[in-house]
């Protein structure tokens, strides 16, 4: 069981940037879809970017494109989300999310929760001015 620990949010002015952190516990590497999700207070979960460990199949939702990069460092088993130009709509909890998976199955996960198995407990990212 993969275990998934986030860190890197905090609050931050609009305009502003911040770089989320998740470390698993094991080797992700290889064959594994990685993605990061948020939730604002009374909203649903949606995706914000997803990547393939094996190589490509890299997602980001329309809401962060241009904004927010990810990418792994498969030496230490981190993935990160890379956040510029936050917007105070970006203030969600953040999650890390992982499930072992072919890069087809990744190019077709994207976004949907439903497709990962693996959490994280999640993180606070507040944008304020």
């Known amino acids: 069981q993969v275990q998934l620990v986030e860190s890197g949010g905090g609050s931050v002015q609009p305009g502003g940037s911040l770089r989320l952190s998740c470390a698993a516990s094991?080797?992700?590497?290889?064959?594994?879809?990685m993605g990061w999700f948020r939730q604002a207070l009374g909203k649903e979960r949606e995706g914000v970017a997803s990547?393939?460990?094996?190589?490509?199949?890299?997602w980001y939702g329309d809401s962060v494109k241009g904004r927010f990069t990810i990418s792994q460092d498969n030496a230490n088993n981190t993935l990160y989300l890379q956040m510029n130009s936050l917007k105070p709509e970006d203030t969600a909890m953040y999650y890390c999310?992982?499930?072992?998976?072919?890069?087809?199955?990744?190019?077709?996960?994207?976004?949907?929760?439903?497709?990962?198995?693996?959490w994280g407990q999640g993180i606070q990212v507040t944008v304020s001015s």
């Open positions: 999310a992982a499930i072992r998976s072919s890069r087809s199955f990744c190019g077709a996960a994207r976004g949907n929760q439903y497709s990962y198995k693996h």
């Open positions: 094991e080797s992700t590497s290889d064959s594994y879809c």
């Open positions: 990547i393939y460990t094996g190589g490509s199949s890299l």
